[in-house]
């Protein structure tokens, strides 16, 4: 599989890029991005071509993987459906549910096989318990809590640590419900079935979330998401609670590098069999819809 690179910013240079060039089983043919001496930067390191026109990349490539703002994403992946590539994208989607619907319906139309990296779904580790819970029946409630402190203060009102991605003005923009709540919902959906409905949304300090999920599968969840958390507090952890007893989402201990290679591995395999991944579009879509329903709340 011939694959490009659209996008140039932390998560590609430290994801996209290396997994690609490292990779057996894919040829990384170059970069595109929207500041051309940062893709030629990338590309330089990698000895790959950087590409002024992201029509010329999609001429010479099976697929592209994508590494900038959602809706940035949603719009360049539509262009890349209707050119027959196939997608590996990130999470979210696109923050308006009409966008993602966009890059379904591009893919459905030309039969390009779609894959979105939620991170805890292509651990060895976490998606193994994924799908064990999700074999089990019974379960009654869970609890999932994503903390982190992206933004928190620190001192002179500065971000609190180091992270590339707080200069992110998406992040800024859309916060935690945006861009952590696609993580809960990647674990918390294929376990407990389909949101029926967001049953209740509220805000809580910084840009903390508190959310309430009524399932298909009967159960109930509650989630807290934030990017404002203080250091001591990060981390995440989903419970689940039934007639099976308590199970807790395991730590995952593989490299990013690693686990988005399992990605593109699950790309080639929905490319070759014409079978669509469990993480395609249509599910990205549908955690779209879920937190664009939580943000509606949220702002009545």
């Given amino acids: 599989m011939r694959i490009g690179l659209l996008g140039t910013g932390p998560w590609a240079r430290m994801a996209h890029a290396p997994a690609l060039a490292g990779h057996d089983a894919v040829d990384f043919v170059g970069v595109w991005g929207r ?70 319906e591009a893919a459905g139309e030309t039969g390009v096989a779609s894959v979105v990296f939620f991170t805890t779904r292509f651990g060895a580790d976490t998606e193994s318990w994924i799908t064990e819970q999700a074999g089990t029946d019974g379960w009654f409630t869970a609890r999932a809590q994503w903390l982190a402190a992206l933004f928190a203060p620190g001192s002179g009102g500065r971000p609190a640590g180091d992270s590339p991605f707080a200069a992110s003005p998406w992040r800024r923009e859309n916060g935690a419900l945006w861009d952590i709540g696609p993580h809960a919902l990647s674990v918390l959906l294929p376990v407990l079935g389909d949101a029926r409905r967001v049953a209740a949304a509220a805000p809580g300090p910084g840009d903390t979330v508190h959310l309430v999920l009524d399932h298909t599968g009967g159960a109930s969840s509650t989630v807290t998401l934030s990017l404002t958390a203080p250091p001591e507090a990060a981390g995440a952890t989903v419970e689940l609670r039934g007639s099976a007893g308590v199970a807790v989402l395991p730590d995952g201990d593989e490299g990013i590098v690693q686990t988005l290679a399992r990605a593109v591995d699950a790309l080639r395999e929905a490319a070759d069999t014409g079978r669509p991944h469990a993480c395609d579009a249509a599910f990205a879509l549908r955690v779209t819809e879920i937190l664009a329903e939580a943000e509606a709340l949220l702002g009545s």
């Fill in 35 to 104: 500041r051309p001496d940062a893709a030629k930067e990338l590309a330089d390191h990698y000895g790959v071509r950087a590409y002024d026109d992201v029509d010329a990349l999609l001429a010479e490539v099976d697929a592209v993987a994508v590494a900038l703002p959602p809706d940035v994403q949603a719009e360049l992946a539509v262009r890349a459906a209707r050119a027959g590539r196939h997608l590996l994208l990130d999470k979210p989607l696109a923050v308006a549910p009409e966008r993602a619907r966009a890059v379904v």
